[in-house]
DNA sequence: TGTTGTGAAGTATTTCACAGCC
DNA sequence: GGCTGTGAAATACTTCACAACA
């Protein structure tokens, strides 16, 4: 039923299960051109991408919206939770683990670590930030299964191979290189700096044209 | 010379420039292979994502190391400072400003925004805490270029259409919403719980798959 | 009637492969 | 001899358009 999903249109699926939030209608529908609307994408696509996992539609309606949504929800994987541990308590990942959103997917932070010793012990949300040297032991007692890797370039490679090594499914690297570990174990890139540049790069673009 | 870029090549373009910070030898070349072995992709990506702006690779030879980076920079559009606003002084933006790539990349934080009374008139980094209702003066008197814009949904399509009609360039936007801004506008959208939606897609594809 | 699901057509992006130049 | 620049081929992704059906 489904092979090889391209990223883009996971992003678009993030985005249909979002849009249905606004949605207060239960047990109404929704149509791919509705969809479409609330995202930036046509109905083609809409429908494309939802028929890559099944075909849940009805012809004449639309797609139930409490059904698409826990449908969604069990595509993204969102449909059980997760056991995160961040990885450096600087501010973006104590941003990231204190959105809303953050708890209401289904993501529970359940550990932090720092390698720096003024932080480690200290209280961070409902955690105590551990130190880093007890990574191994503490991820795999906790079943740790996704890692938030917000630490310094230098460290990261370090840090990703021990949490694979323990067992870490998925990464969600914050440094600015490309991590090391086998294919196997999925690495989410994020670079805010770099999502500046391609600002920059547009505007370049646009003004050299005229 | 150059006409539609994908996103997909700006983002090489940055890595590439980040791959040539690692060397030390100025003087030295690069092989579009060399280049590739440091980001994930093919030389042939390489020379192609290049000569969408001219051809200034040496045959027999490769690209030489200061003259790539000068002009990658140059692409990016990043071999000139450009002046930012922050607009919502949470955790996220203050983590972007402080990053050292920030500064080092050419943004330079000309003001934050807030609209929380007990955040007004306090300081963060070099900067005071201005009342967003302050916004449109203020970013026409500093000639504000960049907005980051690190508000609650509910807010932040109101302040995007006030920081455009006041000569903004271009967006990051880290609210979960569509921004209803001209098509000229560059808007750059982060959502970091989407990444994490992205891994746990994955994962859990890899486990029903067996 | 209205809207899905989907092959087929159309675009966009990547990879190949090789002539051209250092 | 080595490596770029680039058309041409291959692949990936999106849009079209329409049969199927609630």
């Keep these: 039923m489904t092979r090889k999903i391209p ?14 939030e606004g949605f207060e209608d239960e047990g109404g529908t929704v149509s791919s051109e509705e969809l479409a609307a609330r995202g930036q994408t046509t109905a083609a696509q809409v429908r494309k991408d ?42 973006i990942g104590r941003a990231l683990i204190e959105y809303p959103d953050f708890r209401a997917r289904g993501y529970e932070c359940v550990a932090i670590f720092d390698s ?30 996704l890692v938030i890797l917000a630490v310094p370039a230098e460290a990261a490679h370090d840090v990703a191979a021990r949490a694979v090594d323990v067992g870490v499914k998925g990464i969600l690297n914050f440094a600015p290189i490309r991590l090391n570990v086998p294919p196997r174990i999925p690495v989410q890139d ?6 500046l540049e391609a600002l920059s790069f547009a505007i370049s673009q646009a003004e050299e044209a005229g």
Tied chains: 1, 2.
């Design 50 to 91: 939802l028929s890559h996992f099944g075909s849940f539609g009805k012809r004449g309606l639309g797609y139930r919206v409490d059904e698409l949504r826990s449908r969604l929800r069990h595509i993204l994987g969102i449909d059980r939770p997760w056991r995160v541990a961040l990885v450096g308590a600087g501010r």
């Design 116 to 145: 720096d010793p003024d932080k480690v012990g200290r209280r961070l949300g409902d955690q105590t930030i551990r130190d880093a040297a007890t990574l191994e032991e503490a991820m795999e007692d906790l079943q740790v299964e």
């Design 190 to 195: 994020v670079n805010l700096v770099m999502e």
């Design 7 to 20: 990223q883009s249109t996971v992003r678009r699926l993030s985005h249909y299960l979002r849009s249905l």
